[in-house]
């Protein structure tokens, strides 16, 4: 137990925070200062996490932006404002071309990529009413490149776009927004596939190493960075292709 944290520590919004890199990151952010208060599906273990870290748990659906409106408002009436919100939550993708339903389709759709878009549309007054604030989204290395989970690669590359297109937007309301997209890491979401990943000599980084690079990152000044993290290596931002309009 970490116990209460510092009444006037920075306030951090973690969807996800029950488990893997989300329960990581609330637990290290908590463990240095940060007040922190999450977000998820599962109560059982979100409120053991948070009893853990001292803070906050509130029941949250993401794909549902009415649940996204209310854990903002539940976080800053807990602790008085909100300086970060890691929008982590994600389902591995409910069907593949071969298996397709459009049910399962949305089911993928709305909680990988709705719930990031909800997450970060319900704190935004907050963060402009307090002059800024930082917005990073776990993303994943398929959303760099491709995978057979076709529709979870395909949300990830939108968030990839979505970085991107609103960072530039955000920047005058001094609010940063960034993605840090994960190799494999050794979190639940992963552990049916464990032994076949070691079996074939790829590497999975813990989900503290993501933790401690989501840290980093929020203490970055720059906006709008694409950040690539793989088992052993440091964190960095992705250079991605420029491409610009010919003019006539
Ligand atoms: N594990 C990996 O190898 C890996 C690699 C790259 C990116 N990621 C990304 O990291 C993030 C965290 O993944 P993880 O591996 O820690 O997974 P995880 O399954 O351990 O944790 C995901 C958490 O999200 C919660 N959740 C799922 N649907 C939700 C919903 N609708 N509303 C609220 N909470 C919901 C779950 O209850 C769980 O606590 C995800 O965005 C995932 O795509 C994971």
């Known amino acids: 137990?970490?116990?209460?944290?510092?009444?006037?520590?920075?306030?951090?919004?973690?969807?996800?925070?029950?488990?893997?890199?989300?329960?990581?990151?609330?637990?290290?952010?908590?463990?240095?200062?940060?007040?922190?208060?999450?977000?998820?599906?599962?109560?059982?273990?979100?409120?053991?996490?948070?009893?853990?870290?001292?803070?906050?748990?509130?029941?949250?659906?993401?794909?549902?932006?009415?649940?996204?409106?209310?854990?903002?408002?539940?976080?800053?009436?807990?602790?008085?404002?909100?300086?970060?919100?890691?929008?982590?939550?994600?389902?591995?993708?409910?069907?593949?071309?071969?298996?397709?339903?459009?049910?399962?389709?949305?089911?993928?759709?709305?909680?990988?990529?709705?719930?990031?878009?909800?997450?970060?549309?319900?704190?935004?007054?907050?963060?402009?009413?307090q002059g800024g604030g930082h917005l990073l989204i776990t993303g994943s290395i398929a959303g760099l490149t491709g995978s057979p989970d076709v529709f979870y690669a395909t949300a990830k590359h939108a968030l990839i776009g979505l970085v991107r297109s609103a960072a530039p937007l955000l920047e005058r309301d001094h609010i940063r927004l960034n993605t840090i997209c994960p190799g494999l890491v050794n979190t639940p979401a992963l552990a049916s596939l464990r032994t076949t990943l070691l079996a074939h000599g790829l590497l999975l980084a813990e989900p503290d190493e993501v933790a401690a690079a989501i840290e980093t990152i929020l203490a970055d000044d720059r906006t709008g960075q694409v950040w690539s993290l793989q088992a052993g290596r440091p964190a960095a931002p992705v250079e991605l292709p420029e491409v610009h309009l010919i003019p006539r």
């Open 1 to 129: 137990m970490m116990g209460r944290q510092a009444a006037d520590g920075p306030v951090a919004l973690i969807t996800g925070g029950a488990s893997g890199i989300g329960a990581a990151t609330s637990r290290r952010l908590a463990g240095h200062g940060w007040r922190v208060a999450i977000a998820d599906i599962d109560t059982a273990r979100a409120t053991a996490v948070a009893d853990d870290c001292g803070g906050l748990f509130v029941a949250t659906d993401v794909a549902s932006a009415d649940d996204n409106e209310h854990v903002v408002a539940c976080t800053v009436e807990e602790f008085g404002r909100l300086d970060a919100v890691v929008l982590n939550a994600a389902i591995a993708g409910r069907c593949g071309l071969d298996d397709f339903s459009p049910q399962r389709y949305r089911d993928t759709m709305r909680t990988d990529l709705d719930g990031v878009v909800y997450g970060l549309h319900a704190a935004l007054p907050q963060l402009r009413r």
